[in-house]
């Protein structure tokens, strides 16, 4: 149970600040807006992409990068609070090390589902059919999958405290081909065999095709049990590496 409540403590800490300045929500929409602005209109009669209005194969996968764009940065706040000493502060407290990531995380996913929810309610004026059942429980697994990603993130940052360009390289050198090989922006099925393959080993690439099976109600669709298998694989592996690296923290 101590676990528990130091978790409810380190949450309300850091959803504070986000509760005070809720405008904070739509800054973090911004690049998931222009793609869907400049780019989605692009996509009518692209093969692979349905016949269907292109906003349901093109929303479901920006849900996932504004997911992924939001909670790669996640560690980004930790080595702030390590330029301010705040962090130190913490760590010298007797909350559970676990729970301060988990804590964190839940923020983290809480800012998130809120932005995928706004990035919905926008887009249904424009033609796109939203399936309740679906769209829940695609956000449900991009819950899952951010939980993952923002563990590691966390990871990364207390990594890389003595040297913060190091959080920035790594972050900024695997987030845009994790997003350009996932088939978010394009189709990848008439890929070359080689980046097709490259595809494929993207966990990431199978939480999209789950969330566009999702999202269009088909619950049924083989995508769905193999996007959430990745969901949870990301999961655990960054709960354990960023568990890990917050209880090894040193001050």
């Known amino acids: 149970m101590n676990i528990v409540a130091d978790t409810g403590v380190v949450f309300a800490r850091e959803i504070r600040p986000e509760l005070r300045k809720p405008l904070g929500l739509v800054f973090g929409m911004i690049q998931p807006l222009v793609f869907l602005t400049l780019f989605g209109p692009l996509l009518a009669g692209t093969p692979g992409v349905g016949q269907a209005s292109p906003w349901q194969w ?4 920006v849900v996932v990068m504004l997911g992924l764009f939001g909670t790669a940065s996640a560690g980004y706040y930790l080595l702030a609070e390590g330029d301010g000493g705040s962090l130190e502060r913490m760590l010298v407290t007797p909350l559970s090390r676990a729970a301060m ?3 964190r995380t839940m923020k983290e996913i809480v800012t998130l589902l809120a932005q995928a929810v706004l990035i919905i309610v926008v887009v249904l004026p424009l033609g796109f059919r939203l399936h309740p059942a679906g769209a829940l429980t695609g956000l449900l ?31 900024q050198t695997l987030l845009f081909p994790l997003v350009l090989l996932s088939g978010v922006l394009l189709p990848m099925d008439d890929a070359p065999s080689w980046l097709y393959g ?7 690439t199978y939480v999209v095709e789950a969330e566009r099976a999702l999202f269009a109600g088909d619950f049924s669709h083989p995508s769905v049990p193999y996007g959430v298998l990745a969901a949870i694989a990301v999961a655990l592996v960054g ?3 960023g568990t890990r690296g917050m209880r090894r923290a040193s001050l």
């Open 58 to 61: 093109f929303v479901p996968g």
């Open 141 to 171: 697994l991009l819950a899952v999958l951010g939980v993952g990603l923002g563990s590691l993130s966390f990871a990364l940052a207390l990594a890389a405290r003595r040297q913060p360009s190091i959080f920035y390289g790594v972050q």
């Open 198 to 204: 490259m595809a494929r080993a993207n966990p990431v």
């Open 101 to 103: 990531l988990i804590g």
């Open 239 to 241: 709960l354990a590496v």
